[in-house]
């Protein structure tokens, strides 16, 4: 026991402890984890947990947009097919939300892979317009077919996960912890076992080159719109079980700009900059909607924001933080600490630059 213990300790010291980045990651789900310990007020437990859910849709944006290259500007569909269905299946079948979300998260799956059809054919600003155009469609038909939809009002009295707040909160933040991590692994180039992030990767970068060296670029596209559209589906069945209610502003194309927004701030293509994104800007908005000021200006700010970002941190505030706080080793390419001087593993010198001048001066 003592051994695996040791082992244990060497892994988390070698692995988590040693890597500023994973530490804060390992502090982020322990806060999260924690909050109902140190407050059970409803108001902040409806903040955070409607945080959790649009960090799972920006996310699910970011696999598609950041990775795959594939710019959907409609990525509300998925999330509004979700929460829809599984609204639709809880109220007339009374199906608890465990069997319903899957069957929400499926029909956004089958939904993504017809919106991927497109993708086959098109490629960037045209994939966009494509794609802007699907939630419209989508909203047309909810109005039609209002006896079924619910028309304006949408549907509402759909079931809660518990009548407890605090056991709602958890279960939404275990299923957004496992979520996080598929699509981290999924889109993890360096991974030993899975090298779909790194086709992904050569698909966005270029995708005629890709095709050429003997990537199934068509394969790859629909795979990348599936699983994009699982994840924001699953977001979409979290959402209606936990506000009781799936209506035509989950489809509105403010908020499937709300997932680029999010993604851009934060750092595109990384996945933990779009959770970083929806959990600094989200809360950013709500607390500004308290003031009668705020709610009148909070757009502008998110526009300040947004640009400033763009102008200082172009490639996001988690890639810019985590340049700031980590160095890779130029031998071994082993991330340390920005303070050591050398590397953990190696012993080479992290900042060779620097060393040279010093000797020359």
Known sequence: MKGYLFLFYRWLKGEVLSIPGRVIAVLFFLCLFLLPVVTQEPYYLRIVTLTIIFAIFAASWDVLAGFAGQLNLG?????????????????????????????????????GLIVGI??????????????????????????????ITGGELGLFGVSVFSKSRVVSYYIIAITFTVCIFIMYKFTD?????????????????????????????????????????????????????????????????????????????????????AVAGAFILYPLTEILSLFDLGEQIRFLVLAVILIGTLIFMPE??????????????????????????????????????????????
């Open 189 to 273: 180039a360096k991974s030993k076992y899975l090298r779909i992030g790194v086709l992904l990767h050569a698909l966005r970068e270029d995708e005629i080159a890709a095709r050429t060296s003997g990537i199934n670029t068509t394969r790859y596209k629909l795979l990348a719109f599936g699983v994009s559209g699982f994840f924001a589906g699953v977001a979409g069945g979290l959402y209606a079980h936990y506000l009781r209610i799936a209506g035509p502003s989950t489809l509105e194309l403010f908020f499937s700009f709300n997932a680029l927004l999010w993604s851009i701030f934060g750092g595109l293509g990384t996945i933990y900059g």
């Open 118 to 147: 497109p993708a086959l054919r098109l490629r960037g600003m045209y994939l966009a317009l494509v794609t802007l155009s699907f939630p419209l469609i989508l909203i047309g038909l909810v109005f039609v077919f209002s006896d």
């Open 316 to 361: 996001g505030i988690t890639v810019w933080v985590l340049d700031k706080i980590e160095v890779k080793c130029p031998r071994c390419k082993l991330v340390n600490v920005f303070w050591r001087k050398r590397c953990r593993s190696c012993r080479a010198d992290l900042y060779p630059e620097k060393t040279k001048m010093k000797e020359e001066s």
């Open 75 to 111: 990525h509300g569909l998925f999330f509004g097919v979700a929460a829809y269905a599984a609204a639709f299946i809880n109220i007339n079948l009374h199906w608890p939300p465990w069997v319903t979300i899957p069957i929400g998260a499926g029909a956004a799956v089958l939904v």
